[in-house]
């Protein structure tokens, strides 16, 4: 009696001493959830005045142009998904475009070899923006609030300022002398600060004044597109008043795809990721995942192989579908990914060389912001938003206050050469004036069983994807809660370079060895994150838990 007592107690200690999975915010009617905690709680602090979700789009999208301006922006773009209370959806592509001016080989030399820099650094790599059109365009179709009732509280935050995280400091230390090599004059953010200090944004206020007093034609045909356009000749840019007169955001029909019981609702070209998100999850679908065990070897193993097809696909078949014939609903059928998987086998890893040729080098991201929100109406937006690398073009315009994109880098410079993510493309996103550039953002929402089950959404370049998948894998597969989903360690493949990218320290050392024996290669060096995930769920009692990413300083705000 006596042992049997020891031996209950024992493991009542040891249930005790587990660690139990973090739980992440839960509210009873909305929430948002975003990079900085200033964004997201001027987004949640107009669904309380009664705003909804579409109005809170707008608010959160202007507030991390001055909050989080390593990606947030005015001088960039996006795409937003969204589902409205009633069941409807549909997306909007405000993803910038190449100038008039654009040429197919303005980046490479008379050899015809990629000039370095040119698409990533300075005047010549930006990309008309589209954000200012996109919180415009969704303002007019779905908003209730006044436009200039929503943006004050941001134009109040950038007089104010926002005070610098530790991660901000590590991040304005790192890209100051990319600031000093494409800025002639001395910038905002070139200053020195560090964690604690309080950035004031006035000349961006200044910009969002404006704004807000003359609407969307400030940004493209007035004071504020003729100060830029000028800014960019002078900077060396091809970027004119014309191009910016002449930019519109465009509605998108979103993909659309099932996995077991779930409804995917995810991002069209010309992003990919709704696309290859179908492919991988269409791949994987046969395969018992949660038999196999969350991050086991065998689950690894699967979804690399549906991954590393997809990716080859990318790069072969997408662009913008204004410009490029896409086999879309050939891409995301069944019937196609099961057909491609018919190569893989547990014995042993595919080569990308069998599906695929080339030698590529791969340069780690995390330079995209996204945010989710749910309002207390039962609408929700996934919005995924950009200015492509760190500080985009690290040029930033002193008299307006903002950072410019270097979207054009996203454009196939010279086909079957890398882009900075490592992700080779074709014919199908090769620069031509006033097309929008391919992109991995992956903004989704997920329905079960009719009802909305999930908003989720990352930056991280070419892992915005599989970051993307694993999240919902952990809820739907592994019956996570949704910070314990967003918290899980992450691994990636993208057909090329032919390797697992990993997490350090986030997978069992019998794991890797499994993997490797198998003859997968492995890296870890390169991945300290694979995206940032900003999700949300709601519960089986209607509540809405956020998963906030610890990766950054992302923060959810709601009631």
């Avoid at 109005?55 to 001055?66: F, I, K, N, P, Q």
């Avoid at 947030?72 to 209370?85: D, E, H, L, S």
């Avoid at 590590?170 to 560090?194: E, M, Q, V, Y």
Wanted: glycine share 8%; hydrophobic share 40%; net charge neutral.
């Amino acid at each position: 009696m006596k042992q049997s007592f020891t031996i209950l107690l024992f493991i009542l200690l040891l249930t005790n001493c587990k660690k139990q999975p973090e739980i992440g915010l839960i509210t009873e009617k909305a929430i948002v959830v975003s990079a900085r905690k200033e964004a997201s709680k001027i987004g949640a602090d107009i669904l309380k005045k009664g705003g909804n979700a579409f109005d809170a789009m707008v608010a959160t999208e202007l507030a991390l142009a001055v909050a989080f301006p390593y990606a947030g922006n005015i001088g960039g773009g996006g795409f937003m998904v969204y589902r409205k209370n009633n069941g409807e959806i549909g997306a909007l592509d405000y993803r910038e475009k190449a100038p008039l001016a654009a040429t197919k080989d303005m980046y490479l030399d008379s050899l015809g070899n990629v000039i370095p820099d040119k698409s990533t650094l300075g005047a010549m790599a930006v990309g008309i923006p589209g954000t200012v059109a996109g919180v415009f365009a969704t303002h007019q179709k779905f908003g209730t609030l006044p436009m200039k009732e929503i943006i004050q509280p941001v134009i109040d935050l950038a007089k104010k300022g926002v005070v610098v995280t530790q991660k901000q400091e590590k991040r304005l230390i790192k890209h100051t002398p990319g600031f000093r090599k494409a800025n002639s004059k001395k910038i905002l953010l070139d200053n020195n600060w560090k964690k604690g200090d309080t950035i004031k944004y006035i000349s961006l206020a200044e910009t969002l004044t404006r704004i807000q007093q003359n609407g969307r034609d400030e940004f493209y045909k007035g004071e504020t597109a003729k100060t830029l356009a000028k800014f960019m000749q002078e900077n060396g840019g091809i970027i004119t008043e014309e191009d910016l007169a002449t930019y519109e955001a465009k509605w998108r029909t979103p993909i659309v795809f099932t996995y077991d019981d779930l409804k995917i609702i995810s991002m069209s070209p010309p992003s990919s990721g709704g696309i290859c998100l179908a492919q991988i999850m269409n791949a994987i679908e046969p395969y018992d995942l949660a038999a196999y065990g969350h991050n086991s070897t065998k689950s690894i193993q699967v979804i690399t192989e549906a991954e590393r097809r997809a990716y080859a696909d990318r790069s072969h078949f997408l662009g913008d579908p204004d410009f490029v014939n896409i086999p879309k609903e050939t891409l995301i059928s069944k019937t196609y990914s099961s057909s491609r998987m018919e190569s893989f086998s547990f014995d042993k890893a595919t080569s990308s060389n069998t599906i695929s040729h080339g030698s590529i080098t791969f340069s780690e991201s995390n330079e995209t912001t996204h945010y989710s929100i749910v309002d207390q109406f039962g609408n929700a937006v996934s919005v995924t938003t950009t200015i492509n690398a760190a500080f985009g073009s690290k040029l930033y315009c002193s008299e307006l206050g903002f950072f410019l994109n270097n979207e054009m880098d996203d454009f196939s410079s010279k086909p079957g050469t890398p882009n900075m993510f490592g992700l080779v493309g074709a014919e199908a996103n090769k620069i031509e004036p006033k097309k929008r550039m391919l992109s991995s953002m992956t903004p989704t929402i997920i329905e079960k069983n009719g009802n909305l089950f999930m908003v989720v959404g990352t930056p991280g370049g070419s892992t915005i994807i599989t970051s993307v998948l694993q999240t919902i894998l952990n809820v739907h597969e592994y019956n996570m809660g949704m910070q314990e989903a967003v918290n899980q360690p992450r691994f990636h493949h993208q057909w090329l370079p032919d390797d697992i990218k990993m997490e350090p320290n986030g997978f069992s050392e019998n794991i890797k060895n499994e993997l490797k024996a198998l003859g997968y290669i492995l890296d870890e060096t390169n991945s300290p994150v694979i995206g940032k995930v900003d999700a949300i769920l709601v519960l089986p009692d209607g509540r809405l838990e956020a998963g906030a990413d610890h990766r950054g300083d992302d923060t959810a705000v709601g009631f």
